[in-house]
């Protein structure tokens, strides 16, 4: 067993907690996004959440759609969390192309996390803010261009809702940037959609990542009417963003190198075989696939078996 995932063992036999560990190590989990394709990851993190690994991790990082699942998280509703993935009625309404036709975004934030995640599926904000094991969303910052971590911005229920939002924020398909601590911010996963070296730089010693990717599926150049479409709305919305889309692909190229080769990082990933998810994909059933092939994934790899949940 990879020695990040022997960590997390010994920490749940021991009952080890934040705040009181004794084997000197800062272990961090790392949540990927990509919109629907955060599927994946939200069943790995509703695993970890039915198995009580939470109190294993130090802190959580997330981007995008990886920083919805972490704050589910951390929440301690990752149960509920998962039903939102597919439920017809929400998606359809979080994301709709016909939206564009009313002068509106194709992603729907607003309604996400001031509805769904208040409303209709509550997320326990507070939950969220008192856990020991400290939430770390990532966004983009759209002046900069540079990766940026939201967690000192967070001081509220209202600071979590904010920072859930610019996470996810993404180019084009959620509008223009959101605002937060006096500076504005686009969707994570332009900078730094693996959100593991902002854990390592925040003094992480391991860090379980957590892919919505197959290993199957090697990083590919942006599509083409991306790379017309995307850089045309940052230079205009978010002008300090447009560096980092033009090298997302040699950065991404970058990170599969360093996952491989780095003792400090280890993934679970989706299986061989796992269904393609799309950005924008709402078909209850696929969704639905991802997220237990998600949580299957997760519970093999720390090789513990469902009857200890």
């Not at 294993?56 to 699942?69: I, Q, T």
């Not at 036709?101 to 904000?125: C, K, N, T, W």
Request: contains cysteine; negative net charge.
């Amino acid at each position: 067993m990879h020695p990040v995932l022997e960590l997390i063992n010994e920490r749940m036999a021991a009952g080890s907690e934040p705040g009181r560990r004794t084997d000197g190590r800062r272990l961090a989990l790392a949540v990927e996004g990509g919109s629907s394709r955060g599927t994946y990851s939200s069943g790995m993190v509703l695993a970890l959440d039915e198995l009580g690994a939470t109190p294993a991790f130090d802190a959580v990082y997330g981007s995008s759609a990886g920083s919805l699942n972490a704050a589910w998280l951390l929440s301690g509703r990752s149960q509920t969390g998962v039903r939102t993935w597919w439920n017809p009625v929400v998606m359809r309404r979080i994301i709709n192309p016909l939206h564009t036709l009313r002068g509106r975004a194709v992603i729907d934030l607003e309604y996400l996390v001031h509805q769904v995640y208040s409303v209709l599926e509550p997320m326990d904000f507070p939950a969220v803010l008192a856990n020991p094991v400290t939430f770390h969303p990532l966004a983009t910052d759209a002046d900069t261009g540079e990766s940026t971590d939201l967690h000192p911005f967070i001081t509220d229920v209202d600071g979590i809702k904010t920072a859930l939002a610019a996470s996810s924020c993404m180019p084009v398909l959620a509008g223009p940037p959101i605002a937060m601590g006096g500076r504005r911010f686009v969707d994570a996963g332009i900078a730094e959609p693996l959100p593991f070296r902002t854990a390592l730089a925040q003094g992480a010693t391991d860090v379980l990542v957590l892919r919505t990717r197959r290993a199957d599926e090697p990083p590919l150049p942006t599509p083409r009417v991306q790379d017309v479409v995307v850089p045309r709305f940052l230079r205009r919305h978010a002008p300090g963003t447009v560096e980092a889309w033009h090298a997302q692909y040699q950065r991404d190229l970058d990170d599969e190198r360093m996952l491989a080769d780095d003792p400090r990082l280890a993934s679970i990933r989706p299986p061989a075989g796992a269904p393609d998810v799309v950005v924008l994909e709402r078909d209850p059933a696929v969704l639905r696939k991802a997220v237990e092939l998600g949580r299957d994934a997760t519970y093999n790899a720390l090789d513990l078996l469902r009857e200890a949940s």
